[in-house]
């Protein structure tokens, strides 16, 4: 049966729609239409006897197609609109994923914008050449990162309870486009949307859906922006309304852990240090750092050699030299330092379904020291602790 909608929940205005079937002025919406998030036209309807006499036709507009909403499988390429089945470490689910937004056509991208598959990124020396960059490749990487700070903090701005990430993601978007840059992320080896969003115990990676944040979450978004050839790539993690003390000393050590690295980033540096480094303040606090996933380089390429594991006693090879550019961005879990991935094939969750966090920078390494590209601004939203 068609549902009484008197209203658009979304502006509070009176329909006003035509109706699907016979073109009268209609009230009712298909509910079907509703829980998929299809728009409002072709799915309302004036009376229930042209709702179930449309209904042989209207049926098919169910099926997936360029406006529906569903769930995400087979890292970003398949849609269900049944639940995945998983063994799931937590409460925590899916929510259905809207199409992925379109970016206009003079913003130039990566050569993944419409393939998915960064070839240049794979076929590159860079994988296991790190460059040090030249003044013009520096200027076009600060320029990107900027960006991606202005981004990440509209982003910030727009996290309260009932926000559904899927707006987050919204905003990150359009931001984006304003500044005439590319979302680095979207359609990136097939991710379907434009920013990550990892909320509670979700690690990385996560994929903005349908799911309105509540009071007490904790909300990472991971923002990247390429601008005349170049990433800048940032994240932050914020809390959702009253947030308990806990996830708030998870937030606020991974943050300080990420500011004990950047103390260190110097020429000579080895790169397998940071790990030590981060590793012993976060156990000091009696958190894990995450193993599967490190930091990076980064440039004209979103990611390239090095290579930063978080985590101590690791391999990792090569000193820092003066004019390299890369991320540090430690993932940090309230239990486990193990995770385990959705069956999306990207969002990657902690294996005792306890609470994560990350921060990240770009950085540059300089002559005595190093200088953070993404640095927050005066104009930052402060982060829980500087209220």
Known sequence: MAQDKEADPESGTSLGYACARCQMTAKLQCPKCLELGLPK???????????????????????????????VTQRGRGRSFTMPSFSWTSPLRPERVSP?????????RPDYAETGQPLSEIESRQQSIVLVRSADEIKGIREACLIGRRILDAAHA???????????????????IAEGAYPSPLNYCNFPKSVCTSVNEVVCHGIPDQRPLKDGDIINVDVSAYYKGFHGDLNETFVVGSVD?????????????????????????????????ISQY????????????????????????PNIPHYSHNKAVGVMKEGQVFTIEPMVNAGTYRDVTWPDGWTAVTAD???????????????????????????????????
């Open 100 to 108: 992925r937004r379109e970016v206009p056509a003079d913003i130039p």
């Open 41 to 71: 036209q072709p799915s309302v309807f004036c009376s229930q006897d042209c709702f179930k006499t449309a209904w042989a036709d209207h049926k098919h507009a169910h099926k997936p197609g360029p406006h529906t909403w569903a769930f």
């Open 353 to 387: 379904g306890k609470r994560s966090a990350q921060f990240e920078h770009t950085l540059l390494v300089t002559k005595d020291g190093c200088e953070i590209l993404t640095a927050r601004l005066p104009t930052s939203p402060p982060l829980w602790w500087q209220k």
């Open 282 to 305: 976060v156990g000091a606090h009696k958190f894990q750092v995450v193993r599967s996933y490190c930091g990076h380089g980064i440039g004209d390429l979103f990611h390239c050699a």
């Open 158 to 176: 727009a996290v309260r309870p009932g926000v559904t990430t899927d707006e987050i993601d919204r905003v990150v978007h359009e931001a984006t």
């Open 245 to 277: 003390g806990d996830s708030k000393k998870l937030i606020r050590v991974t943050a300080e852990a990420l500011d004990k690295a950047i103390e260190a980033v110097r020429p000579g540096l080895r790169y397998r240090e940071i790990g030590d480094i």
